[in-house]
């Protein structure tokens, strides 16, 4: 016992930190679950959606504060299966599907939670930090079903069924996906980003509740048509010759 205690007290801080905020996105997908099983939809997306706050920041505090583990990679990607592959999965079928389906509903279902373990699966062991996804990112892919529930779209069982068949199937496949995280405050040209940032603003201003599925096509469709979002937003060569001129 006495060596249980020693190594819980020698967890360095800057560790704990980044695996309670990882633990929000836990809370995020079980809350999720339990809202869907009381059929408060709703809430029970947006929750997805929040989800990614959590994903997002764990990492960024992580590397801030030099507090990166093995643990708390794999903490990440636990919670990622949980609030972005079982959570939206288990959603769009009460949400749309239902029991009427027979066998497909759940076996669709468990093909999308099945293709978002696998892409973790992946990326734990064949990322490179600097280049592109290989694939659509787990979060996309769970924000991208939630937001059909957000913008109150009625679909039938088929099409819901088969739209977890084509994002789970492009989690898997090799499309490349925008990275952002190779984006830094001294490559970035602020021009582009805060352009981006309007456009973004604007779509939820003008779409309202349908700005999450825009944006999450938006963000399919790049991938598709090879557009690296984090490429284009980098300063190149000449962006700095230019600026200097202007300087």
């Not at 360095?12 to 079980?30: A, H, L, Q, R, Y």
């Not at 583990?69 to 959570?87: K, T």
């Not at 898997?172 to 830094?184: F, G, R």
Request: a positive charge.
């Amino acid at each position: 016992m006495r060596k249980v205690d020693r190594r819980v007290k020698n967890i360095p801080i800057k560790t704990i930190i980044p695996n309670m905020i990882t633990s929000g996105s836990v809370f995020c997908g079980v809350s999720s679950l339990i809202l869907t099983a009381h059929e408060r939809f709703i809430p029970a997306a947006l929750l997805i959606c929040f989800a990614v706050f959590f994903d997002v920041m764990d990492g960024r505090v992580a590397r801030s504060l030099g507090g990166s583990s093995a643990f708390g990679e794999e903490l990440d990607s636990l919670a990622d299966a949980i609030s972005f592959g079982v959570a939206p999965a288990f959603l769009i079928y009460n949400a749309y599907i239902g029991v009427e389906s027979g066998i497909w509903g759940p076996l669709t279902a468990s093909f999308f939670a099945l293709c978002g373990v696998l892409r973790l699966a992946r990326f734990n062991v064949t990322h490179v930090p600097a280049g592109p996804f290989q694939g659509l990112p787990i979060p996309a892919g769970g924000v991208a079903l939630a937001s059909v529930v957000i913008a109150r779209i009625p679909i039938t069982p088929l099409v819901a069924m088969s739209a977890m068949c084509f994002v789970g199937a492009l989690m898997v496949s090799s499309v490349p996906y925008c990275n952002a995280k190779k984006l830094k405050k001294t490559n970035v040209s602020r021009a582009k980003l805060y352009g981006l940032m309007t456009f973004i603003a604007l779509c939820f201003f003008i779409l309202r509740e349908k700005a999450f599925l825009a944006v999450a096509v938006m963000y399919i469709i790049s991938g598709l048509v090879k557009f690296d979002g984090a490429e284009w937003i980098m300063l190149h060569p000449e962006d700095e010759r230019s600026a200097h001129e202007k300087d």
